[in-house]
């Protein structure tokens, strides 16, 4: 499985595709956070990243499937998924390892926007005023959120061998999951509404994206991963089918 | 693709077989996953990551929340194109709505409309004309924006409703004097008091009952008006004469507003056996008797000490209603003739020193983030030994204090008189004691009034109670409207138009005698306010951008370029 990790990950940090795409996320997320009024933190005035924690769901909605689209649709285009489906790996190995290069490749780039917390904590007033430990518990949230996003993306990768097509069908569905549930709830009424949108990603993130970590938000979201990564396992077997 | 039997009569078995022991695979993981998050709805935690708790409900909230029999639905109306301070109140309200769902689940439904979203300016206006019917006060707001002022109507409210009931909840609260952001954190942080404590006044329970005590001149039911339907909403409101009923056990509390003759013992004992015996009770009571009507006719009259025969009873339980008035250089106004306008006279507001404004609160939940209230002749109080007894000062008037023993002239040509500051020396004087613990009995060991029946010390069936003291009758005073004859709101000052928050105060106060949930615990609630640095936004924040946008890409390329010059140096030796 590690192999397969470090080979998906250097085959992405080896192609130019890789730079642009974390190029884009990273201006995106700065100019959001720092410059449009709208959104940024110095026009809101307080010393938090919320805008940060707001923000990066959509975001991730197009930088994780970048990420996640090759991983199984260009095996497939280039027919090495058999020499590797070959090799003696379970396929949970093979889905393990690079779902895992994905998710740390997002985590990645993540990195650098560890720079916008240094920077609120200097300009607040006093300096450092700024909830670390909440910060420290939105980014775990958005480290979930990556999570399923990624297995959301491979299982899109898995069903096809286009890669376009890979990157569009992951797009739709982390967007369908991630707010279609909420959209659903907003025209329904009282409770089917409230139980509706708990289907959503939404829901669950919203408390994790203020530093509140609720155990029933957490068993969600592994259970999405496990549900989209044992979907990938299916669309892999059901060639021998 | 699939096989059939009539196809491939032998290949079939086994290639469905294979098919049917994956797609059971998983639908025996997607069940055991439903199953697993099932039960996380039942039993579950939640860790509150902030550093001030921020999202963490009270104990008495979530119960509150989760014995909920039927839906409650909360409208906001405070949501739209706001400055930031106000977003992030909005961003607080959904915040505090969001935890009680946690706990309300699908009995508590919340939705955010937005005033000013109509199409047309018609549109607006009939829907801003509609709130106001509704009691909605909108709020004008003065902010700037890209250097610009603009005007903005807000409504900082929110409705509640159960069961067709509907309770209107201001959202926007603290105290005026302090900074709008203060003021605004302030908001924030009795957000879950308010809606949860409307919540529970609409949700239908044991009604507690409260006695307003007559017989001794105290106020009328106009005059006391606004407080009386203010409790009618939470509470069974009694009017109680002491000397007809043979005790007062019925009652949960009572209120003794203004009273202007004396009590009998029997009164008094009345009284005494009630609060010893877990009885709770709100004195408003004046030492000194002032008679405007009076001091109008002569000019001048003199405020002399009551007979309430009440002394002794405070006393005992630990405080003393001094003869007395406070002079306060922080005042209201009373309107003065000033001079003459041609054959009119000239009417002007003038300082008025013995109308206390207070805005020095304990940090008690009673009186926490309160906006200033208004006293009208008021003594000071001091507090004597009392074992059992906790004494907690509510409130105090301002640093700039001045203290008149009785008989005090009152005359209303000291209002034109400029003060000499070095006679308001005398700072904080307490106005207002919350007294909790486990009361003596004033009767201990003596005859009840009127028989040879001793009391014993210590009352049998004794339990804690609570007593709240101001030392000014006018504090639950409404006045009264000339024009209808009826009440203003409670704190209402019409010289001033404004409405202190003599009215919350007292409600605040009995919901902390009366409530035994713990609910009036939560106004303690405390939340960090966390600005940014406004010198050093205006002075760097175009270097703040630059680092945030240029560095993290910065970072990206020199990773990439160290990427590529180790792979090529790696195979460039391969090479060789």
């Known amino acids: 499985m590690l192999t397969i990790l470090q080979k998906e990950f250097n085959a992405f940090l080896n192609s130019p595709v890789a730079y642009v795409v974390l190029g884009v996320f990273l201006i995106a997320t700065g100019l959001f956070v720092w410059v449009f009024p709208d959104s940024s933190v110095l026009d809101y005035g307080y010393a938090d990243l919320q805008t940060l924690f707001n923000l990066a769901p959509w975001i991730f909605l197009f930088l994780i499937p970048a990420i996640t689209m090759r991983t199984f649709a260009e095996e497939k285009k280039a027919g090495t998924i058999e020499l590797l489906l070959t090799r003696p790996l379970t396929d949970g190995q093979i889905i393990g390892g690079k779902y895992l290069a994905c998710f740390i490749l997002a985590l990645l780039a993540l990195i650098p926007?560890?720079?916008?917390?240094?920077?609120?904590?200097?300009?607040?007033?006093?300096?450092?005023?700024?909830?670390?430990?909440?910060?420290?518990?939105?980014?775990?949230?958005?480290?979930?959120?990556?999570?399923?996003?990624?297995?959301?993306?491979?299982?899109?990768?898995?069903?096809?061998?286009?890669?376009?097509?890979?990157?569009?069908?992951?797009?739709?569905?982390?967007?369908?999951?991630?707010?279609?549930?909420?959209?659903?709830?907003?025209?329904?009424?009282?409770?089917?509404?409230?139980?509706?949108?708990?289907?959503?990603?939404?829901a669950h993130y919203r408390d994790l994206s203020k530093g509140l970590i609720d155990s029933r938000d957490l068993v969600y979201f592994f259970s999405v991963v496990a549900v989209a990564l044992q979907a990938t396992r299916l669309a892999l077997r059901s060639r021998n089918w | 693709m699939e096989n059939t039997l009539n196809d491939a009569p032998l290949a079939a078995p086994v290639a469905a077989s294979r098919k049917q022991r994956d797609l059971l695979y998983f639908a025996a993981i997607l069940g055991f996953l439903l199953l697993i998050n099932f039960v996380a709805q039942r039993f579950f935690f939640r860790i509150d990551m902030t550093e001030e708790k921020r999202y963490t409900m009270s104990p008495a909230t979530k119960t509150l929340l989760r014995d909920l029999k039927q839906p409650v639905t909360i409208t906001v109306y405070?949501?739209?194109?706001?400055?930031?301070?106000?977003?992030?109140?909005?961003?607080?309200?959904?915040?505090?709505?969001?935890?009680?769902?946690?706990?309300?689940?699908?009995?508590?439904?919340?939705?955010?409309?937005?005033?000013s979203a109509a199409g047309t300016e018609a549109a607006r206006n009939q829907f801003y004309a509609s709130l106001i019917k509704k009691g909605l006060k909108p709020t004008n707001l003065g902010a700037t924006e890209n250097g610009k002022r603009v005007e903005k109507?807000?409504?900082?409210?929110?409705?509640?409703?159960?069961?067709?009931?509907?309770?209107?909840?201001?959202?926007?609260?603290?105290?005026?004097?302090?900074?709008?952001?203060?003021?605004?954190?302030?908001?924030?942080?009795?957000?879950?008091?308010?809606?949860?404590?409307?919540?529970?006044?609409?949700?239908?329970?044991?009604?507690?009952?409260?006695?307003?005590?007559?017989?001794?001149?105290?106020?009328?039911?106009?005059?006391?008006?606004?407080?009386?339907?203010?409790?009618?909403?939470?509470?069974?409101?009694?009017?109680?004469?002491?000397?007809?009923?043979?005790?007062?056990?019925?009652?949960?509390?009572?209120?003794?507003?203004?009273?202007?003759?004396?009590?009998?013992?029997?009164?008094?004992?009345?009284l005494d056996q009630f609060i010893t015996q877990g009885g709770k009770a709100l004195f408003f009571v004046d030492a000194l008797r002032v008679d405007l009507d009076s001091v109008s006719r002569n000019g001048v009259a003199l405020a002399t000490?009551?007979?309430?025969?009440?002394?002794?009873?405070?006393?005992?339980?630990?405080?003393?209603?001094?003869?007395?008035l406070l002079l306060d250089l922080n005042c209201g106004q009373i309107p003065l003739v000033t001079g003459m306008e041609g054959n009119k006279p000239k009417i002007e507001p003038m300082p008025w020193q013995l109308y206390p404004l207070i805005n020095k609160f304990s940090p008690h939940p009673i009186t926490r983030n309160l906006d200033a209230v208004y006293l009208k002749f008021v003594g000071n109080l001091d507090t004597v030994k009392a074992v059992g007894i906790r004494k907690t000062p509510l409130m105090t008037t301002s640093r700039y204090t001045r203290v008149l023993p009785a008989p005090v002239p009152i005359n209303f040509n000291d209002a034109r008189l400029e003060p000499n500051p070095k006679l308001y020396q005398k700072g904080f004087q307490p106005v207002a004691y919350?007294?909790?613990?486990?009361?003596?009995?004033?009767?201990?060991?003596?005859?009840?009034?009127?028989?040879?029946?001793?009391?014993?010390e210590k009352s049998p069936n004794g339990k804690p109670s609570k007593v709240l003291v101001i030392s000014d009758g006018d504090f639950i005073r409404s006045e009264i409207d000339p024009k209808t004859g009826n009440p203003y709101r409670l704190g209402f000052d019409r010289l001033a138009n404004t409405e202190f928050a003599n009215r919350e105060l007292?409600?605040?106060?009995?919901?902390?005698?009366?409530?035994?949930?713990?609910?009036?615990?939560?106004?303690?609630?405390?939340?960090?306010?966390?600005?940014?640095?406004?010198?050093?936004?205006?002075?760097?924040?175009?270097?703040?951008?630059?680092?945030?946008?240029?560095?993290?890409?910065?970072?990206?390329g020199l990773f990439g370029a160290v990427r590529a010059w180790r792979r090529k140096r790696r195979y460039a030796r391969f090479a060789a």
């Open chain 2, 506 to 556: 007292v409600l605040n106060a009995t919901d902390y005698l009366l409530d035994e949930t713990g609910l009036i615990s939560v106004r303690g609630k405390q939340i960090t306010l966390r600005p940014l640095d406004k010198v050093k936004l205006a002075e760097q924040r175009r270097r703040w951008q630059l680092l945030n946008l240029g560095a993290p890409l910065a970072l990206l």
């Open chain 2, 434 to 456: 919350l007294l909790e613990g486990q009361f003596p009995s004033l009767f201990a060991n003596r005859a009840r009034p009127g028989t040879l029946q001793f009391q014993p």
């Open chain 2, 153 to 270: 109507i807000i409504f900082p409210w929110a409705v509640v409703s159960v069961g067709g009931q509907d309770k209107n909840v201001l959202l926007l609260r603290g105290n005026q004097a302090a900074a709008a952001d203060v003021r605004l954190n302030q908001s924030i942080e009795g957000l879950e008091y308010e809606l949860a404590s409307t919540i529970r006044a609409l949700v239908p329970g044991l009604r507690k009952r409260i006695g307003v005590i007559e017989g001794h001149g105290e106020l009328s039911n106009a005059q006391a008006g606004d407080m009386l339907s203010t409790w009618q909403q939470q509470y069974d409101v009694y009017r109680v004469t002491l000397s007809k009923v043979p005790d007062l056990r019925a009652l949960d509390a009572v209120v003794v507003a203004q009273p202007k003759s004396p009590y009998s013992e029997d009164d008094k004992f009345k």
């Open chain 1, 113 to 202: 926007t560890l720079l916008y917390y240094f920077s609120v904590y200097k300009l607040g007033n006093p300096e450092g005023n700024i909830d670390s430990a909440a910060t420290v518990g939105s980014y775990l949230g958005l480290a979930l959120l990556a999570a399923v996003f990624a297995a959301i993306g491979i299982l899109a990768s898995a069903l096809t061998r286009d890669q376009i097509i890979a990157f569009l069908v992951a797009v739709v569905g982390c967007f369908l999951v991630y707010s279609g549930f909420d959209s659903l709830a907003s025209v329904l009424e009282g409770g089917p509404a409230y139980y509706v949108s708990q289907l959503g990603i939404a």
């Open chain 2, 305 to 324: 000490p009551y007979n309430l025969n009440l002394d002794d009873l405070f006393f005992k339980y630990g405080l003393r209603v001094n003869q007395n």
């Open chain 2, 78 to 115: 405070l949501t739209g194109d706001f400055p930031p301070a106000f977003r992030r109140l909005e961003q607080g309200v959904r915040e505090t709505l969001t935890e009680f769902q946690v706990y309300g689940g699908a009995n508590l439904n919340y939705i955010f409309i937005d005033p």
